[in-house]
């Protein structure tokens, strides 16, 4: 399975960013889909994730900012960042049964 993440950019607080992530080279039937992050100096953690038949998970600090969804016919997970802080800095990954892992897309809020 491949992963490619897209959409990161830099935005200024408050404003909204939505990541995508594609899967390709088998079925998209990985029941777990997610997205973690990792600050600079900062390990990486968890953000939010979703099964294949739409159950939702998120880190608490992302709770009511942050919605994931998945495209099952598109093989696409995505993201929607709404009312960014510059702590959500960071490269996000997506990942599939946290077996396999996109590149990661940086994403930068400035304040």
């Known amino acids: 399975v491949q992963l490619q993440a897209s959409g990161g950019g830099l935005v200024q607080a408050g404003e909204s960013l939505r990541l995508s992530c594609t899967a390709s080279g088998r079925t998209f039937s990985s029941n777990f889909m997610g997205w973690f992050r990792q600050a600079p100096g900062k390990e990486r953690e968890f953000v939010a994730s979703?099964?294949?038949?739409?159950?939702?998970a998120y880190e608490d600090s992302v709770k009511g900012r942050f919605t994931i969804s998945r495209d099952n016919a598109k093989n696409t997970v995505y993201l929607q960042m709404n009312s960014l802080k510059p702590e959500d800095t960071a490269v996000y990954y997506c990942t599939a049964d946290a077996s396999y892992w996109g590149k990661g897309t940086l994403v930068t809020v400035s304040s």
């Open positions: 979703i099964s294949w038949s739409g159950s939702t």
